[in-house]
């Protein structure tokens, strides 16, 4: 910081600013060759019924090794390829590398479980998204209730009437649909009561506190009255301790996942988890 005040100052800034820049343009560059170079896989991390501790399914999270840069964050990548366009070609794959994945678990005899995946709002507007999530469930024969998709909040704010037709098209189809992070959003109410939502995830940012920290209890029971009151599951994401389980609990809130109960895991040892643990079905 300190060379930014010297004589120098703007010189140095506009380096760093063309070194970020050049960074950015490497990351993209990068990211255009994950696929076929296959850098990218799919860790699961559980979902868990908060009050019997029975494993319900779990969330498909992406990874990205890249030789040259390493492990790279999803918040970091995911950001960047929602910038350039590129999470439509990675988002297309996660929905059938998550649905190849629970076939292969089907035919290994493992317990049926949901698992969820991340969609972006650019799948939304650019791809044909109804069209990719049926080939994958026909595809890998995959019972549709065994699916779900996660959307933010901001693919509320698109092209209002392809929004409401697509969620209706989704949701003929069976699969289950959620809202992600929500609370954090952009929208309105409005849409709960128009769209087929299944379920709320309450964002991890509003578990955090609780039960200590009184602004995060009233939004936890405010969005589990909502959830109760509109007949969707509530998801509470980020649980960490016991104490914030057993106040979830309490609240009426089903179903959670977080580092109290696993962190992210590869297939292999997602099954040795689920061999470890009672499912639901
Ligand atoms: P998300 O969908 O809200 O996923 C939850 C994130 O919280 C994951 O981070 C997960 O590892 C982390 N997490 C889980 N339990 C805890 C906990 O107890 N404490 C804390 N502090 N964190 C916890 P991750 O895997 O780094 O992913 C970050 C975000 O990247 C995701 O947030 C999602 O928005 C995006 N993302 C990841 N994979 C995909 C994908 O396949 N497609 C799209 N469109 N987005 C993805
Ligand atoms: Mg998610
Ligand atoms: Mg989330
Ligand atoms: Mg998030």
């Known amino acids: 910081e300190s060379k930014r ?8 800034y506009s380096e760093d600013l063309a070194r970020s820049h050049r960074e950015k343009l490497q990351l993209d ?8 170079n296959q850098e990218l896989h799919l860790v699961y991390q559980p979902q868990l019924d908060l009050h019997t ?7 498909a999270l992406m990874r990205w090794n ?21 999470i439509v070609r990675l988002g297309a794959w996660a929905l059938n590398e998550t649905c190849r994945q629970v076939r292969e678990w089907l035919d290994a005899g493992l317990p049926q479980i949901r698992v969820a995946v991340n ?16 080939k ?9 209730r065994c699916l779900e998709l996660e959307f933010t909040e901001r693919v509320l704010i698109e092209d209002e009437p392809e929004t409401t037709r697509i969620f ?31 379920v709320l995830k309450l964002s991890q940012l509003f578990i955090k506190g609780v039960p200590g920290n009184a602004s995060d209890v009233a939004v936890c029971e405010a969005v589990a009255g909502i959830a109760r009151g509109l007949r969707m599951t509530m998801i509470a994401e980020g649980v960490e301790t016991d104490i914030q389980r057993r106040y979830l609990v309490k ?6 996942q977080g580092f109290f109960f696993s962190p992210a895991l590869t297939p292999k040892r997602f099954v040795t988890y689920l061999r470890a643990h009672p499912t639901v079905r």
Not at 72 to 82: H, K, Q, S
Not at 172 to 196: K, M, T, W
């Open 5 to 12: 005040r010297n004589n120098n100052g703007w010189q140095h």
């Open 29 to 36: 560059q990068l990211m255009r060759g994950a696929l076929t």
């Open 53 to 59: 501790g029975r494993v319900i399914g779990a969330e």
């Open 66 to 86: 890249n030789p040259l840069l390493g492990a790279m964050r999803p918040d970091v990548f995911i950001g960047r390829a929602e910038s350039t366009g590129e």
């Open 119 to 134: 969609v972006s709002y650019r799948q939304f507007i650019a791809d044909d998204l109804v069209g990719t999530v049926v």
């Open 136 to 144: 994958a469930l026909e595809h890998y024969k995959i019972p549709p």
């Open 168 to 198: 209706a098209e989704l949701d003929e189809l069976g699969v289950s649909l959620a809202i992600d992070d929500f609370g954090e959003g952009y929208s309105g109410l409005n849409y709960l009561r128009r769209l087929p939502i299944h």
């Open 251 to 256: 609240l009426g809130v089903p179903v959670g």
